[in-house]
């Protein structure tokens, strides 16, 4: 069965720092990884996702993630954080053979400190 | 503007009553899922429907029904069986074919609060 592990329920860092959040994924079969964002009392949106094309995978708002198969490991990283990135993230996998349902890691809070 | 709705944004109920969260997309989506959010947790499957009409079980069900009459609808009702319905919900939606994107869809939620 697929699982994800999110590495940090909290991470704080200064505005302008590197942000670098962790996840590793469990996963059988060729996974489809993605990372959401999610602001105080609002849904999920999408960041970025991987779906076995390249690699490196930009997403929005400066942040990109890297699969690295050989460390089971999707972590997301932006440059240089602003204040706006305070937020709740979400690392998950989708597995073709569960009927498409997405499994979450346990989340991350971000805090950007001025 | 195409997305997903849910209705109420906040809901109070008193212990024993059902409660019905509603969840609306136009994206034209195949399939759809309920997630419940609660602190520390993530967020977990509840149900999820892939056709009209048909529906099949996450992995906390228990105290929990869904119908899928019409694909753009996929409402969720909370029963007096749910022995801790206090949470935030999530309402997606996506294609039904993973290889198709795979992309979740999300509505912006319905917290729950049992008093």
């Known amino acids: 069965a697929q699982s994800v592990t999110q590495l940090g329920s909290h991470v704080s860092v200064s505005e302008g720092a590197l942000v670098l959040l962790r996840c590793n994924y469990s996963?059988?079969?060729?996974?489809?990884l993605f990372w959401y964002v999610q602001y105080p009392n609002q849904g999920l949106q999408l960041l970025l996702k991987?779906?076995?094309?390249?690699?490196l995978v930009k997403g929005i708002n400066g942040f990109e993630a890297e699969f690295k198969k050989s460390e089971t490991s999707f972590h997301l990283t932006k440059p240089s954080a602003h204040m706006s990135d305070a937020a709740e993230y979400f690392c998950?996998?989708?597995?073709?053979?569960?009927?498409?349902?997405?499994?979450f890691g346990q989340g991350t809070e971000l805090s950007v400190k001025p | 503007d195409g997305g997903i709705t849910q209705s109420p944004k906040y809901l109070f109920r008193k212990e024993g009553q059902n409660v019905t969260l509603s969840c609306e997309q136009n994206?034209?989506?195949?399939?759809m899922y309920w997630y419940r959010q609660d602190p520390g947790q993530g967020l977990r499957l509840i149900y999820y429907?892939?056709?009209?009409?048909?529906?099949q079980k996450g992995d906390i069900a228990e105290g929990y029904s869904v119908s899928r009459e019409k694909k753009e609808s996929f409402p969720l009702t909370v029963t007096s069986a749910q022995k801790n319905p206090t949470a935030f919900y999530l309402c997606?939606?996506?294609?039904?074919?993973?290889?198709?994107?795979?992309?979740?869809?999300f509505g912006e939620g319905s917290r729950l609060t049992v008093l």
């Open positions: 997606a939606s996506s294609r039904k074919s993973p290889l198709a994107g795979g992309e979740l869809f």
């Open positions: 996963s059988s079969v060729p996974p489809y």
């Open positions: 994206l034209n989506h195949d399939a």
């Open positions: 991987y779906t076995s094309a390249a690699t």
């Open positions: 429907s892939q056709i009209v009409n048909d529906f």
């Open positions: 998950a996998v989708r597995s073709a053979r569960e009927g498409g349902k997405l499994i």
